[in-house]
């Protein structure tokens, strides 16, 4: 049950199931409890640090003060609630409604009416109990409880609110929408009218979803939506997943618009750089990626794929020692990586460095000892150094795991009469 991070509410809700069911408190039903307060509070201490981690998911805390996040929590308990009965322009991400870093005027009177939502809570607990206040209270409590993972108490995400995570939350509002139902169809004179009108809306919400699904179909549609519904504001992962999007599918020019906008307007997500970086070296632009790369890793720190990219770049401008620089420090990120390896001895040798080709080489032997081009290189360092006797036994190597590698046998070749 633990497979989604919306389930560390269980335990609460577990007790919420106590207060509706009238039992009585004792030892007994808190022990009971215990084991699944333990595994939310470990699994919901996993979740942060995956998404910390990461750099996908969490928001800088700081950026919003405590009265700011609880004006945005009441915001969005009054969405979530609107979104249910009125579920139109949705989107699949939705920007804090801020500018300049302070909440705009829409979010006060949305937030009044969520303490509003709360206070009516705190109400339906302490009125005389019946039926339909008890039905009431345990589905708006249930619904508060299980929501509350997404209102933005703590930063998690970009997003002020996630309507897609709305599942299980709107059963307790189902539970009320159902009970209500059900007591007018008991009371009106003609239940089949009232059955019509349900069934109206049925089918209406049933076409609104349908066309929604359209907009899912893959991430170019998406995230055109998001970026269409953003009202002006920046949403740097909509923008950045887009791109990604489409230089996947070779539509490089849409991606490097989307790249271009993001680094224009400062963004400072090192995933974006290094998308960006990516993007030009598969448009046979080197140059133009190494600063990308390099914004990067000043912006996410030490990353291996960023360095080895980088390094790659820096060999086909013919930059040997720079390339040496990147590659000798992913294989210290990745020391059983042979690819790394191999790349860090061929820019070696590109630099004319033999001497630290043939350190590298010899420290990395056993790593690499089922690498034909490793030991095609090592072949070519010992040969300029005058290692021949080494350099044909490391071509008859390279050969011996590729036989079809022609540079090999040309290779063994000159070694043979250098003997």
């Not at 086909?316 to 620089?325: C, E, G, H, R």
């Given at each position: 049950c633990y497979a989604k991070p919306m389930a560390v509410t269980l335990p609460v809700v577990l007790v919420l199931l106590d207060v509706f069911e009238k039992r009585t408190f004792s030892v007994r039903t808190a022990l009971e409890k215990v084991p699944f307060f333990i595994v939310s509070v470990i699994f919901g201490l996993l979740t942060l640090q995956v998404q910390s981690s990461t750099g996908a998911g969490l928001v800088d805390v700081t950026f919003y003060t405590l009265p700011e996040r609880v004006l945005f929590a009441l915001y969005g308990i009054v969405q979530y609630i609107l979104r249910l009965f009125a579920p139109f322009n949705l989107s699949a991400f939705y920007p804090y409604p801020s500018s300049n870093g302070d909440p705009d005027a829409i979010v006060y009177p949305y937030a009044v009416a969520g303490a509003l939502v709360i206070g009516a809570v705190i109400w339906l607990y302490w009125k005389k109990r019946s039926e339909l206040t008890a039905t009431m209270f345990f589905g708006m409590a249930f619904f508060l409880v299980t929501i509350s993972i997404v209102l933005q108490l703590i930063s998690v995400g970009g997003a002020v609110i996630a309507d897609r995570y709305t599942y299980v939350p709107y059963l307790g509002l189902f539970i009320i929408v159902g009970m209500s139902t059900e007591r007018l169809l008991s009371k009106v004179k003609a239940p089949f009218i009232a059955l019509a009108v349900v069934a109206l809306a049925s089918g209406y919400f049933a076409v609104l979803s349908n066309a929604r699904i359209g907009v899912w179909q893959n991430s170019g549609v998406l995230f055109n939506d998001?970026?269409?519904?953003?009202?002006?504001?920046?949403?740097?992962?909509?923008?950045?997943?887009?791109?990604?999007?489409?230089?996947?599918?070779?539509?490089?020019?849409?991606?490097?618009?989307?790249?271009?906008?993001?680094?224009?307007?400062?963004?400072?997500?090192?995933?974006?750089?290094?998308?960006?970086?990516?993007?030009?070296?598969?448009?046979?632009?080197?140059?133009?990626?190494?600063?990308?790369?390099?914004?990067?890793?000043?912006?996410?720190?030490?990353?291996?794929?960023?360095?080895?990219?980088?390094?790659?770049?820096?060999?086909?401008?013919?930059?040997?020692?720079?390339?040496?620089?990147?590659?000798?420090?992913?294989?210290?990120?990745?020391?059983?990586?042979?690819?790394?390896?191999?790349?860090?001895?061929?820019?070696?040798?590109g630099a004319n460095r033999l001497q630290d080709a043939l350190r590298y080489g010899e420290a990395m032997s056993g790593l690499c000892q089922n690498q034909a081009a490793y030991h095609n290189l090592m072949g070519i360092v010992n040969g300029q150094l005058g290692n021949h006797a080494a350099a044909y036994k490391a071509f008859a190597r390279a050969l011996e795991l590729n036989p079809t590698d022609e540079n090999a046998k040309r290779n063994l070749e000159i070694a043979k009469e250098n003997l």
């Open positions: 998001v970026i269409d519904k953003s009202e002006g504001r920046q949403i740097n992962h909509a923008y950045n997943n887009r791109a990604l999007y489409n230089m996947e599918r070779g539509n490089y020019q849409e991606a490097e618009r989307d790249y271009a906008y993001l680094e224009n307007v400062g963004t400072d997500r090192a995933y974006t750089y290094k998308g960006y970086g990516a993007l030009l070296m598969r448009m046979k632009r080197p140059a133009e990626a190494i600063p990308r790369f390099t914004t990067a890793l000043s912006l996410g720190g030490d990353d291996v794929e960023v360095f080895r990219a980088r390094g790659s770049c820096y060999v086909q401008v013919n930059k040997y020692d720079s390339a040496v620089a990147d590659f000798a420090k992913a294989r210290t990120l990745t020391p059983n990586d042979p690819k790394v390896a191999v790349a860090l001895l061929e820019s070696c040798l």
